[in-house]
């Protein structure tokens, strides 16, 4: 089936005998999960793939979707919240009255800073340390990062110190592009 369709539309890809494969199961997981069919458009492929792969639950899926679609996820990002298991945590996330009582602007940000668990496998820690510790190698993959950038961009320091009126302010990360 894969040559033939190979042969019908020259002009098209993603007929490989593995593909195939994955349409089917994409298709025999959503089709009677109204929800989950209307989302799963929005997403790439790719991340379809990987959430029918590691994900088992149709509300674990829904909650990846949905968070794909309002994060902007990309795939490696989308597989470090499944392995970090991001839908249970946000489901043992204490309820709190941040609506009720800060600006909407506020809520998001007061809603993360009372996080119980973080993933910092990306720096490379797998147990406690010190904050300064932590804000070394996290400076460290934020340099790496810009340098990566390209030509244009400049990481000049953390805890850059301006002097203004006779006072000091020290900015946490100075960076730039031109």
């Given at each position: 089936?894969?040559?033939?369709?190979?042969?019908?539309?020259?002009?098209?890809?993603?007929?490989?005998?593995?593909?195939?494969?994955?349409?089917?199961?994409?298709?025999?997981?959503?089709?009677?999960?109204?929800k989950l069919a209307q989302l799963v458009p929005e997403i790439p492929?790719?991340?379809?793939?990987?959430?029918?792969?590691?994900?088992?639950?149709?509300?674990?899926?829904?909650?990846?979707?949905?968070?794909?679609?309002?994060?902007?996820?990309?795939?490696?990002?989308?597989?470090?919240?499944?392995?970090?298991?991001?839908?249970?945590?946000?489901?043992?996330?204490?309820?709190?009255?941040?609506?009720k009582t800060l600006p909407k602007h506020l809520i998001e940000q007061?809603?993360?800073?009372?996080?119980?668990?973080?993933?910092?496998?990306?720096?490379?820690?797998?147990?406690?340390?010190?904050?300064?510790?932590?804000?070394?190698?996290?400076?460290?993959?934020?340099?790496?990062?810009?340098?990566?950038?390209?030509?244009?961009?400049?990481?000049?320091?953390?805890?850059?110190?301006?002097?203004?009126?006779?006072?000091?302010?020290?900015?946490?990360?100075?960076?730039?592009?031109?």
């Amino acid at each position: 089936m894969s040559q033939d369709l190979i042969r019908e539309y020259e002009n098209l890809r993603g007929f490989s005998k593995d593909n195939l494969w994955r349409m089917r199961m994409f298709y025999r997981e959503y089709r009677n999960h109204l929800k989950l069919a209307q989302l799963v458009p929005e997403i790439p492929w790719g991340h379809n793939i990987l959430i029918l792969q590691k994900v088992k639950s149709n509300k674990e899926c829904e909650y990846y979707v949905q968070s794909c679609i309002q994060f902007g996820w990309s795939r490696n990002v989308l597989l470090d919240q499944i392995k970090a298991d991001a839908y249970t945590l946000s489901r043992k996330r204490k309820t709190h009255n941040f609506p009720k009582t800060l600006p909407k602007h506020l809520i998001e940000q007061a809603d993360e800073s009372i996080k119980s668990v973080y993933n910092l496998d990306f720096p490379g820690i797998a147990k406690p340390v010190l904050e300064r510790e932590l804000e070394k190698r996290l400076l460290e993959k934020i340099r790496q990062f810009i340098l990566e950038l390209g030509i244009g961009f400049s990481f000049i320091g953390n805890q850059y110190c301006l002097n203004l009126e006779n006072s000091e302010y020290f900015i946490d990360l100075l960076f730039y592009n031109r």
